[in-house]
Nanobody, 117 residues
Framework: QVQLVESGGGLVQAGGSLRLSCAASGIIFSIHSMAWYHQAPRKQRELVAAITSGGSTNYADSVKGRFTISRDNAKNTVYLQMNDLKPEDTALYYC???????????WGQGTQVTVSS
């Protein structure tokens, strides 16, 4: 009964900000690496940002300096702070949890981010 539930998406003008949240349940959150992916229409799903259980982060080049991934293990939640949003950020954003020990890989249902010019 693993669940990843994203929230915080919406419509925003270029230059604006959004904060996405992903609440996890049914996993030992603290030992999972967490990530945000996005998928635009007729495009492949691609990694936006990731954070390991130890707090190390990685970002896609396209969002470096604009997006920040963070996690709150006490709340079993990972966040994606998105600043200076651009129309090309428009996509469905998915939360992902990866557990190395068991090879587990879980996905949320996605939250839509639309950035208008």
């Amino acid at each position: 009964q693993v669940q990843l539930v994203e929230s915080g998406g919406g419509l925003v003008q270029a230059g604006g900000s959004l904060r996405l949240s992903c609440a996890a349940s049914g996993i030992i959150f603290s030992i999972h690496s967490m990530a945000w992916y996005h998928q635009a229409p007729r495009k492949q799903r691609e990694l936006v940002a990731a954070i390991t259980s130890g707090g190390s982060t990685n970002y896609a080049d396209s969002v470096k300096g604009r997006f920040t991934i963070s996690r709150d293990n006490a709340k079993n939640t990972v966040y994606l702070q998105m600043n200076d949003l651009k129309p090309e950020d428009t996509a469905l954003y998915y939360c992902n949890a990866y557990g190395v020990l068991r090879g587990s890989n879980y996905w949320g249902q996605g939250t839509q981010v639309t950035v208008s010019s």
